[in-house]
RNA sequence: GGUCGGAUGGCCGAGUGGCUAGGCAGUGGUCUGCAAAACCAUCUACACCGGUUCGAAUCCGGUUCCGACCUCCA
């Protein structure tokens, strides 16, 4: 446990891992916005952190993971004007905007149930706590880090930068940002460019709305993460994560709301997952080569060649570090795939193994290396290789070339019952017969076939392979005769 | 333009100053009536140019290319 290293992006290194409180874990995550249909970008970060969660509680901790829904329309461009995402759509469609935001809600935890995705402790919605947010602001004004212009509010970075450094976690500094920040191509209210909006004044065009003591408005778009995180995690939590878009402006932000509010700088860990690209080249909205998770998983979208299992894409952002970039494409897709049908077709193997007085291979120092894998950032490529390494023991076993001991079989079973199942939360995707009408046409079909070839009439033999493969089931003679399968 | 990151074999993707990552594909084999599936074995590598070192894909400098953020995005 005292050797779990994670990258925190505030010091740019790997760091042990402490928490605050020592047996138990604080940990927050940016959640998505619910305007549109959760798509592949949203996958990474919520299966990264999913790991992070399982893996905390694996090590003993007791963690409450926040991770937050954002249903509040922030607008589209900070400078001025600009539509609101959740606005816009739901004028579009005539919906009252909490109708959007829910429907996208639902959509978006039914794809990450079917990824496997583990709820967090808690998941607030921004709507849910304009209270919090107005009065987090009063706070900031109060200790003279924000103004109010017109019904709006701006934090003032300029004077909270004398006293604190913004930049703390993005490494920029704020005389570049000055010079390189846009000219207004509007009047603002704003004191300095680099200023950031905490509270919006709502034109009356701007349908999602609510009172303040500045007026009709809605909050700013960095405000309800720091509201939310500190009401539920405390001044001071453990683990703050989210993409890596968001380390600027958006946790920058977040990190100089909590001081200018609390003069505590929120979480103590930063960690960030990287993108994803498609075909090699980054995806998204403004692209318009972004992939939806249902299209994923059905096959629709004119790019993919096939459908995907949920499971397949998880095993396949597991094969590679969160950290990286990782490039998505058939060919990729469909390696990941047979991977994980073969990880979980040596696992069924290993159920079925017959144990032997010794063991003529040394399993001893697997776990150690998973652990220390895991340990070193959440290395899971790594923990992957050391399972396929495992997967090929278990095969050559399995056909009489190595020997395992009853011990070291079930020491196998334990260890991959953690990693895969518990701990990378994968699931075998090969349709298992749960009908006993079928499996008994089946064992008839094949109690013909065999019949017809012990005749040697191969012609009926063929005849009833063939279509049944046409109809995706797929026999396989085997030593001990034939199985079946649905093929995926 | 500013800040930061990357370039690994046919594809994806780890790693690291000397010791095979792994998956998929390819090739060879086992099995089979034939095939498929499955399993076993195995080939291809570290962008380019210099430097440090006994030794560099790994460290340093330069070059080229790519990407991220700076503007909504996961």
Not at 6 to 13: E, P, R
Not at 86 to 100: D, F, N, R, T, Y
Not at 387 to 416: C, M, P, R, Y
Not at 455 to 460: A, D, H, M, Y
């Amino acid at each position: 446990m005292k050797d779990f290293k994670i990258y925190n992006t505030l010091s740019g290194n790997k760091e042990v891992f402490k928490p605050i409180k020592f047996d138990s874990v604080k940990m927050y995550v940016c959640g998505p916005t619910v305007y549109g249909e959760p798509h592949l970008g949203h996958a990474r970060p919520a299966i990264t952190f999913d790991i992070l969660f399982r893996y905390l509680k694996h090590l003993g901790y007791k963690v409450r993971y926040v991770r937050n829904i954002t249903d509040v329309g922030h607008l589209l461009n900070d400078a001025d004007e600009g539509g609101d995402k959740i606005g816009e759509k739901a004028k579009s469609l005539q919906l009252e905007p909490m109708e959007v935001a829910h429907f996208y809600t639902k959509k978006y935890h039914d794809a990450m149930s079917k990824l496997n995705v583990d709820s967090p402790s808690i998941e607030p919605t921004a709507s849910g706590h304009i209270i919090e947010q107005i009065d987090m602001i009063n706070k900031i004004i109060n200790n003279g880090f924000a103004y109010e212009v017109n019904g709006s509010v701006y934090f003032d970075v300029v004077k909270y930068n004398q006293t604190n450094n913004y930049g703390v976690l993005s490494g920029r500094n704020i005389e570049d940002l000055m010079d390189n920040t846009r000219e207004l191509d509007g009047q603002s209210d704003k004191k300095n460019q680099v200023d950031f909006a905490l509270w919006k004044k709502a034109s009356p065009e701007h349908i999602m709305r609510w009172s303040s003591p500045w007026g009709d408005g809605f909050p700013g778009w960095h405000l309800e993460c720091s509201t939310m995180s500190c009401k539920y995690l405390g001044d001071e939590f453990d683990i703050h994560g989210g993409g890596m878009d968001l380390i600027f402006p958006h946790h920058e932000a977040e990190i100089a709301q909590c001081c200018a509010a609390n003069k505590k700088s929120a979480a103590k860990y930063w960690m960030h997952n990287n993108m994803i690209t498609i075909g090699g080249q980054k995806m998204g909205k403004s692209l318009g080569n972004f992939i939806t998770l249902d299209e994923f998983f059905n096959g629709s979208h004119n790019k993919l060649k096939q459908a995907y299992h949920p499971m397949v894409i998880r095993f396949f952002l597991l094969q590679a570090h969160y950290r990286s970039t990782i490039d998505f494409s058939n060919d990729a897709l469909q390696a990941a795939e047979k991977g994980l049908v073969r990880l979980f077709n040596a696992l069924k193997t290993l159920n079925n193994l017959n144990p032997k007085q010794h063991s003529t291979i040394d399993i001893s120092d697997f776990e150690l290396k998973c652990d220390q894998a895991m340990n070193d950032d959440l290395n899971t490529p790594i923990v992957l290789s050391y399972l396929f390494d495992l997967v090929k023991i278990i095969n050559s076993v399995n056909e009489g070339k190595q020997d395992l001991s009853i011990d070291d079989i079930n020491k196998i079973k334990a260890l991959t019952h953690k990693y895969v199942i518990n701990i990378f939360g994968l699931s075998n995707i090969t349709q298992e017969t749960n009908s006993d009408s079928i499996d008994g046409l089946m064992k008839l079909i094949l109690e013909i076939r065999n019949t017809s070839k012990i005749n040697k009439n191969w012609e009926t033999a063929d005849k009833i392979r063939n279509t049944l493969n046409e109809l995706g089931i797929q026999i396989k003679d085997t030593k001990d005769g034939a199985t079946w399968n649905y093929k995926n």
